[in-house]
């Protein structure tokens, strides 16, 4: 773990534009960056174009964090959950048909989850459809709420909620068939 | 607020451990390149330097198909220097008058031929280090009556000592002066 300090000199040698300090500060943040990326991806390809933009942008507006408003952690994050975002959303339409007022929360048995590799967990998020795919991760995951995801989408609150309740049922109806 | 459920608690603590690809380097590339475009650096701590692009391809063309002319032309003077040096005597077959306008030419015993240009252009070709492009070098010899530039062929006229130039190499037949270069009119009877 690199200390808080050495991330310091990191900025401050990306700040004045240096290659090595990019480099350095980008290995320093790949398992952390590209950990959102997956999330938010289909597959590797996604996931390295999803990182690639959101590291351009990182150095291209490092200039902007300021670290008394954050930390750095909390402001790559940003960056690279919007892009993953922005990359969902060039794939896919929007749909602003539906609306929800209250999610409903279907029963899903932990304990089943549990006995889940993360990667299996994965396989069954990625089977949603893009829009409700986002909008699950961003929610449940990533721990954004209905309005911070209705902003980053360009949608409702209530489509969002629309979405997470649609990725619930899905989720519940996978599981079942998987395990009964 | 975000009220997640219990199974989404799960779901989120087993997607942080998901097993990360190695593509590390290959994005990182990815990056650079785009950095190298957008934010171009003068790093020189390990920073390659962009590959050259057409415009420097262009002039390195350009420059070596020049070289490669002058090389030619270098060649070519120094072989008509070898045709013209033999010429010691030249041998006038007519002098007449300026209002002969017929055969008022000087031939010479050189095989050069009628159709060269005028050996003051062919002299002062290579003369491209002074850039002047006037003649350096002097012509002795020259019958008066070949003034008239409208009687006479200027083609068959070579007149011209060895060029003494203070860098390049000494040319002609060692051994010549000035006076031996001499024009020998041919009398008819």
């Not at chain 1, 932990?110 to 590799?117: A, G, I, K, P, R």
């Not at chain 2, 975000?2 to 290959?26: F, G, I």
């Not at chain 2, 350096?136 to 000592?161: E, W």
Request: contains cysteine.
């Amino acid at each position: 773990m690199v200390a808080e300090v050495e991330i310091q000199e990191l900025v401050e040698g990306c700040l004045a534009n240096s290659r090595k300090a990019q480099e350095a500060l980008y290995r320093c943040f790949y398992p952390f960056a590209m950990g959102i990326a997956q999330r938010y991806a289909r597959d590797e390809m996604d996931a390295a174009d999803i990182m690639s933009h959101a590291f351009v942008k990182i150095f291209k507006s490092i200039h902007t964090f300021d670290s008394s408003k954050g930390s750095l952690h909390a402001w790559i994050k940003r960056i690279v959950v919007n892009e993953g975002l922005t990359h969902i959303k060039s794939r896919s339409r929007f749909s602003e048909n539906v609306e929800l007022e209250t999610v409903e929360e279907p029963l899903i048995a932990t304990t089943v989850l549990e006995e889940m590799s993360a990667s299996e967990i994965m396989e069954l998020v990625k089977k949603l459809p893009p829009a409700t795919h986002a909008v699950f991760v961003s929610y449940a995951v990533e721990g954004y709420n209905h309005r911070e995801i209705a902003e980053r989408l360009g949608i409702s609150e209530g489509t969002s909620k629309w979405h997470l309740s649609e990725a619930r049922k899905s989720l519940q109806k996978q599981l079942q068939l998987l395990y009964g | 607020m975000n009220q997640r459920l219990p199974y989404e608690e799960v779901v989120s603590s087993k997607l942080q451990s998901l097993p990360l690809p190695d593509l590390a380097d290959a994005i990182w590339a990815r990056v650079e390149r785009q950095l190298d475009i957008d934010l171009p650096t003068d790093d020189g701590g390990g920073n390659p330097a962009p590959p050259a692009g057409p415009s420097t391809g262009t002039v390195g063309w350009g420059l070596s198909v020049f070289i490669v002319a002058l090389v030619s032309l270098f060649f070519l003077f120094k072989k008509d220097q070898h045709r013209v040096q033999p010429t010691t005597v030249i041998n006038a077959q007519k002098v007449s008058s300026p209002q002969d306008t017929n055969t008022n030419r000087i031939e010479e015993n050189t095989r050069s031929t009628k159709q060269e240009p005028s050996p003051l252009q062919r002299i002062s070709a290579p003369s491209t280090e002074t850039g002047d492009s006037s003649v350096n070098i002097p012509i002795t010899s020259i019958v008066p009556d070949l003034a008239d530039s409208a009687q006479t062929k200027p083609a068959t006229l070579v007149v011209a000592p060895p060029v003494q130039d203070s860098g390049k190499k000494k040319r002609g037949v060692s051994g010549l002066s000035d006076g031996d270069y001499r024009i020998v009119p041919k009398k008819d009877n």
